[in-house]
């Protein structure tokens, strides 16, 4: 039954599991471990524990599977792992897949932490990397090896907005006999389907849209049963950075109106767009979802909507970027994302600011680049805010 509803019957019930009381709001199993009624019965469940048994919470909890199977639900996984953050997921998706003498091909434009794993991590471990322009499918070609096991992108980048081409890069990974491995936060589980264009594995911080509310941090690993249950799960099992139960019954919570969400927030962006564009103050504006951007004609093919971010560089620099960000009335400085909160950053000084010139300078970051996370505020009073920010820029 539940494979024939549409997404949004799915994100409100999709993977309920109700005790003998029959609670309506998903239960939070707030415990470490669980009892059994016999040493025959523990014995057994060590051997082999079924999909409704629990032995640690290291290894699973019954509020965590909910969270997991509703998101299986949405992206059509066969199986799914939570992770105490996204950079739990990002590092585990490719560590347990992956070993010394290995190759890697991975899209340059990657979020700082992931660039570090891929970039410094993987390289210390004997693990050899090549970095591409993400947006070339000639140069994904030219970087695959006899020995490359996984191309990792994400799906757009930040927050230079670089839409990925998921069909092209997973066929490419296919026939070099390599995992396609895609880091989805900017494109949300709303706006793209990313498993059904051909990666195999999807991961997301769910620290960002999945909780949308500023409130927990988290993960989540989705993928073919094999992968999940072969490859992911012993190593994170292991290694140790499960979810929290009660930061899964959050994020099961924000589900239920992520779709919501999402649509107004895109909405919203689109809105801010074309009341920014031609801005006298605003050198270039980048939204996927706008036809100014490099990759449009790609993002429509594969998105729904544009997503919830938009970047953009003020004129003027670092200065005239700060006189702006300190005008702003509601939009707040952060560097979050995906909250209902509208949020703005200046990458060069914060998220980016480990990144060298040279490479800021190659990914097209400059000094008057701002990156703004639209929220649920009214459209009109957020245009008004930029709009009186922009005349202090
Ligand atoms: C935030 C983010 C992460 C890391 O998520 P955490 O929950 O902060 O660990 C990874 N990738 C992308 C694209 C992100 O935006």
Redesign the pocket.
Known sequence: MMENWKSRTKLVHAGVKRSQFGELSEALFLTQGFVYDSAEQAEARFIESGPEEYIYGRYGNPTVRMFEERMMALEGAEDAFATA??????SGALFCMLRAGDHIVSSRA??G??LFVVDNILRRWGIEVTLVDGTDLDQWRAAMQTNTKVCFL?AI??PTLEVCDIAGVASIAHDGGAKLVV?N??ATPIFQRTLQLGADIV?Y????HIDGQGRC???IVLGTREYIQELFIPFNKHTGPSMSPFNAWVMLKGMETIALRCDAQADTAKKIVNALSGNNKINRILFPMDKSHPQYALAKSQMTKGGTVISFEIDGGKRAAFRFLNALKIIIISN???DAKSLATHPVTTTHKNMTAEARASAGITDGFVRLSVGLEDPDDLILDLLEALKEA
């Open positions: 953050t996204g950079m739990a997921a990002v990657l979020f932490s992931c994400e980048s930040n880091d936060v900017f991961v911080s769910a620290t960002k941090l988290g993960g979050n994302l995906g």
